[in-house]
């Protein structure tokens, strides 16, 4: 008994020195229900980045096998080096640059537009190596970091609420977006599990998030059951018992981009279409990459507490480190870029604080590597709940505005702007660009230039270049 007892104390004394948990305010436990919660929140990537991708013609086996082993690296690294219950994975938007802009579109191959994806990510680790990514984020105002956090809350709220089925986009211009089907099979499913959800949160019990997922899943499993498989026909391997549960993994994806296709080096495919397309091509993904991680790690630092009231962060060269990496190697990986993702204000709403919670993440990434039929088992519609509550988890802080004080009509415009156009456009990109052009024009017309840091200045200009991508593509091609 003593023994057990030595060890046991042992290794939370190992888990107390890597972490420092107790000093962060939390447990053990409370840290692995936080790491399992993002886990379950995040695991559809394993299924929907192989649907996109298969878009493009990469082979779905190798897409999820790929995904789950950079998804446990990147959140690993998050773990051990930056002590943050960060996760992140590959991103969603790139990789539907990838399959539909890259390849359908600009006719390169799988493997050249993974060769953009690795090229977008080395210019981001140049810039973080020049200092340039954490001084941008230090130069933004604090009400705008808050609107930025707010603006992501509505946007996940908007995901959540869409994959759930409860809202349904209409095609009807004048009138774009309208309540979804709630009588069918899978709108029950994110009906039920946001009830269940909600109401274990009201009464403050411990792992409502998972719960409510698990709860739901449960549901989805009943209801595809009692509608001979028709609900989530489109979906193999969804709310059904998988028909194998090991996978052999297939890594032939892995260092696809250093192949030759076409003659040439798959890396550097991309610029057959011209330099100047080739570049403003790179530009614009390592801008959409940059910012949205940059708005994610302030959102959830903010609902973590990290967040310091001159709106820096600790340690957040090392998070955008393992980010900018996580970039470079989803491309060389053949996952599309990875990032940081916003669900990991699920398991930060869970209680969890430090690295451990992030661990448990990759480690329950890396054994999915074999498992992914498991992983698959979870439809969008039983996580769609817990999306929705963490959009008010992140929205929240947003309440603080009035305690800043000295909200002039730039800052609140631009404060609007960034809350609106996320979940309108869909991009976390365009919510932060559209803000800090507005700020930064509104100043400079009410005659308070000297009030704008050159920073601001710059990523400004750089988002007027990202929005009139379209137009210059016109004169270079």
Excluded: H
């Excluded at 042992?10 to 305010?25: H, M, N, P, Q, V």
């Excluded at 990514?133 to 130069?139: C, G, I, N, V």
């Excluded at 992140?394 to 800052?411: E, Q, S, T, V, W």
């Amino acid at each position: 008994m003593a023994a057990s007892s030595g060890a046991m104390s042992a290794d939370t004394s190992w888990l107390e020195r890597r972490f420092k948990i107790r000093a962060a305010g939390s447990t053990v436990g409370t840290e692995i229900r936080g790491g399992l919660t993002n886990y379950l929140v995040m695991s559809y990537i394993l299924v929907v980045n192989a649907v996109v991708l298969g878009n493009a013609g990469i082979p779905f086996p190798a897409v999820v096998a790929a995904t789950a082993l950079m998804a446990a690296l990147f959140t690993a690294g998050m773990a051990l080096w930056a002590n943050y219950p960060y996760a992140g994975a590959a991103g969603l938007g790139i990789n539907a640059v990838v399959a539909f802009g890259l390849v359908a579109g600009a006719g390169l191959s799988w493997q050249g537009a993974m060769g953009v994806v690795a090229l977008e990510g080395l210019a981001i680790c140049v810039a973080m190596a020049l200092g340039v990514r954490r001084a941008l984020l230090d130069a933004v105002p604090m009400p705008l970091k808050l609107g930025i956090g707010a603006g992501i809350g509505a946007f996940i709220f908007t995901i959540g609420a869409f994959n759930g089925g409860i809202v349904a986009a209409t095609g009807n211009p004048s009138d774009p977006v309208a309540i979804g089907n709630l009588n069918s099979a899978t709108a029950i499913v994110t009906l039920g599990g946001l009830l269940l959800t909600a109401v274990l949160y009201a009464r403050n019990v411990k792992g409502a998030l998972i719960l409510g997922i698990i709860g739901a899943t449960v549901v989805a499993v009943v209801v595809n059951a009692a509608t001979g498989g028709a609900a989530y026909k489109d979906l193999p391997g969804v709310a059904v018992a998988p028909q194998t549960w090991v996978d052999t993994p297939d890594f032939s994806t892995i260092g696809a981009i250093f192949t030759t296709v076409n003659g040439g080096l798959a890396l550097f495919e991309v610029f057959r279409l011209g330099f100047f397309v080739a570049i403003l091509t790179v530009f614009s993904l390592m801008l959409s990459d940059f910012f949205d991680t940059a708005g994610t790690v302030v959102s959830v630092a903010s609902e973590g507490g990290w967040l310091k009231k001159d709106g820096t962060i600790e340690r957040a060269d090392r998070v955008f480190w393992v980010d900018s990496l996580g970039a470079l190697f989803g491309g060389i990986f053949g996952t599309s870029s990875n990032t940081t993702y916003i669900e990991s204000g699920a398991g930060v709403a869970d209680g969890a604080k430090t690295g451990l919670a992030s661990l448990v993440t990759a480690a329950l990434f890396l054994v999915s590597i074999l498992l992914a039929p498991i992983a698959g088992i979870v439809p969008p519609q039983a996580t769609a709940p817990a999306l929705m509550l963490v959009g008010w988890f992140m929205f929240r802080p947003l309440l603080d505005l009035n305690k800043i004080g000295g909200i002039d009509f730039a800052m609140g415009f631009a404060v609007l702007l960034t809350v609106f156009v996320m979940p309108l456009s869909y991009s976390i990109t365009n919510g932060v660009g559209a803000g800090f052009i507005a700020y930064t024009a509104l100043k400079a017309a009410g005659g308070k230039t000297s009030e704008v840091s050159r920073w601001m200045w710059i990523a400004s200009i750089a988002f007027a270049v990202y929005f009139a991508d379209p137009w210059l593509r016109q004169f270079i091609q």
